[in-house]
């Protein structure tokens, strides 16, 4: 059975929510913040930048508003960050800044991947070699931009379900002992 570019994009965003859901299920927003040095990213930075990453890529290659913004995301998680950043560049401070609670955490990503699928359904094989961004060389086509964002999706979950498995993992410390 032949499979289409599109339903192949839709299989690969579904991945990426399935991992975000397994990185983040039953998390407390102490634990989404815990970093394993004080340099370290946390499960809630890690899942908020892939998330705000895509919805920024996404909503530019799709013509549409951001998420983040239209729907006042923004505003419901008040971030101590520009309005807009997506988490690249950030420092070691700026990670700190992202204290997140699971529930607007994971509403966030399922707002940004209903957005996506909506887009990715829709396509062809013949809307992909669009050019969507010249600043490269060679330009970055439409097909090529949207892999990027699953690629970079998926290192930024792996790294979500490492800690994950760290901080699972990490000794009690009672404070009687």
Same mark, same amino acid.
């Given at each position: ?26 998390? #407390? ?33 799709? *013509?549409?508003?951001?998420? !983040? #913004?239209?729907?006042? !995301?923004?505003?419901?998680? *008040? ?6 950043? #997506? ?9 700190? +800044? &992202?204290?997140?609670?699971? +529930? ?7 707002? &940004? ?22 600043? !490269? ?11 990027? &964002? ?14 994950? *498995? ?12």
């Amino acid at each position: 059975m032949a499979v289409s570019s599109s339903e192949l994009l839709v299989d690969a965003f579904g991945r990426v929510q399935d991992a975000v859901r397994a990185a983040t299920e039953g998390l #407390t927003e102490e634990q989404l913040a815990y970093r394993v040095d004080d340099d370290a990213n946390s499960i809630g930075w890690l899942i908020w930048h892939l998330t705000r990453v895509q919805d920024d890529h996404v909503a530019d290659v799709a *013509g549409t508003d951001q998420v !983040w #913004t239209a729907a006042g !995301w923004d505003k419901k998680f *008040g971030l101590e960050l520009d309005r807009l950043a #997506t988490g690249y560049g950030h420092s070691s401070a700026d990670v700190a +800044k &992202v204290r997140v609670s699971a +529930k607007n955490l994971r509403a966030y990503f399922d707002a &940004v991947h209903e957005q996506t699928l909506e887009f990715v359904s829709g396509l062809t094989d013949d809307d992909l070699p669009r050019i969507v961004d010249t600043a !490269w060389d060679p330009p970055v086509t439409l097909g090529v931009r949207l892999v990027s &964002v699953i690629e970079d999706c998926l290192q930024h979950v792996g790294q979500a379900a490492f800690i994950r *498995g760290v901080l699972e993992r990490k000794p009690i410390r009672h404070s009687s002992l």
